[in-house]
């Protein structure tokens, strides 16, 4: 299937095409025929789908042929880093149409923002606390809406933005189509789905809690005093391009990304005490390779999509077995390849259980010589990853991604 045969104005294909991608994936050729129908929608996808641009084409789509500014679209997301890429995904595809968009979030001055909106919008991409201080601020009316986009709706839900959830909603017109997209769909993801769509189609692209299939998965079994020395031991072993490192708290990103940095490693932290513009630069000479190691917190393990990303590191494993699947998530993006590498100390073996029941297989285990935790090291023999034959020519695609990145949305 094309874009062509979704029906998109011929622009926005141009411009989709211009930006490298020629057929859509599952669920934008899912999406997109019930967005342009008019249709609430409710979408379930993992992460590295396509999915922004699946909500994205067609909102662009309707919009099209707008005369003057006034706000018609409104995408929620919990955070800053996701409100740049939808923002980026708009105006990328939307380049060769007459609409504006503005972002607003918090961490940043409000004045520019304000004028912005005076000055007229289409399209508005915000997180809900500094949305909430433009309405109360009355810097905008939702008089024009036509569309409500609520993207990552478990994890606003998870950071506790459901009391401004619904107080956006009450500013709202009734009459308006509703997009709902979230990862899982936990019975408080539900009840809010059921308060605000209207007899919705469901599109649910993967099982929930499953990996990308083009995500290579190994658990390294190792003692917390050595996960440092190990992952700098696979580093070089491995010759890793494009790394994101993920820790549990901030405090630990710091020591780490600070520690790296001593080793010689082009390394900078991303985490929410750091300022909008620190963030901004981080995630910019990531993009750029002008670093080789980005370490965060979950902050980055959502929305995140950074093209290129070779390898995935769980330095510490996650709180929450979701979380797993968000973090790794970052590679392997539309159909790419890419690996997802965990550092288990002892323990950690009842979060890597949680995380093998919630995706329903088992992640092979493997002691590197000279690594082996203490708890282990005179029992379970070393062992190769038992890969399934999906990954029998590891290194032809290894070659193939080196010389050509995939294309990831």
């Given amino acids: 299937m094309s874009f062509e045969v979704l029906g998109l104005d011929p622009e926005i294909v141009r411009a989709v095409k211009a930006s490298g991608y020629e057929n859509p994936t599952p669920i934008q050729s899912q999406a997109i025929p019930v967005i342009m129908s008019g249709k609430d929608l409710i979408g379930c996808a993992q992460t590295g789908t396509g999915k922004t641009a699946g909500f994205t084409l067609p909102i662009l789509h ?5 005369k003057s500014p006034s706000l018609r679209a409104l995408v929620l997301v919990p955070t800053r880093e996701l409100a740049a890429q939808v923002e980026e995904s708009i105006k990328t595809y939307g380049r060769y149409l007459r ?33 909430l201080d433009h309405l109360r601020q009355k810097h905008l009316n939702f008089r024009s809406l036509e569309v409500l986009v609520l993207d990552e709706a478990d994890r606003m839900l998870d950071m506790g933005f459901l009391p401004d959830i619904r ?34 189609h469901k599109i649910e692209v993967a099982p929930q809690g499953t990996p990308a299939d083009g995500i290579r998965q190994v658990v390294y079994p190792v003692d917390s005093a050595r996960k440092r020395e190990l992952l ?16 549990r708290t901030k405090h630990r990103a710091n020591d780490l990304a600070a520690h790296l940095e001593k080793k010689g490693k082009r390394v900078a932290a991303l985490h929410g005490d750091k300022t909008q513009g620190a963030r901004t630069e981080a995630l910019d000479q990531f993009k750029r390779g002008k670093i080789q190691v980005l370490v965060a917190t979950n902050l980055a393990a959502r929305g995140l999509d950074v093209k290129g990303i070779t390898h995935v590191v769980n330095f510490e494993m996650p709180e929450a077995p ?4 968000h973090r790794i998530g970052r590679t392997a993006r539309a159909q790419g390849t890419g690996d997802a590498i965990s550092l288990m100390a002892p323990t950690e073996r009842g979060s890597l259980r949680d995380i093998e029941q919630l995706i ?10 000279g690594f082996e935790s203490k708890e282990t090291a005179g029992g379970r023999p070393k062992a190769k990853p038992s890969f399934s034959p999906t990954w029998k020519k590891e290194n032809s695609w290894r070659q193939t991604d080196a010389r050509k990145p995939a294309k990831r949305w």
């Fill in 322 to 325: 979701e979380d797993y699947v």
């Fill in 62 to 66: 309707r919009l099209r042929e707008g």
């Fill in 232 to 247: 700098i031991h696979l580093m070089d072993q491995e010759k890793m391009n494009q790394v994101l490192v993920f820790t």
């Fill in 360 to 369: 329903g297989s088992r992640i092979p285990q493997v002691m590197v010589a």
């Fill in 99 to 131: 609409l504006k968009t503005e972002v607003v979030f918090g961490g940043v001055g409000i004045r520019p923002q304000k004028d912005a909106l005076r000055r007229g919008v289409d399209i508005l991409i915000a997180t809900p606390g500094r949305l």
């Fill in 167 to 200: 107080t956006i909603l009450g500013h709202l017109p009734k009459e308006r189509q509703t997009l709902f997209f979230s990862a899982t769909l936990s019975g408080e993801v539900k009840k809010l789905a059921g308060e605000i769509l209207n007899n919705p």
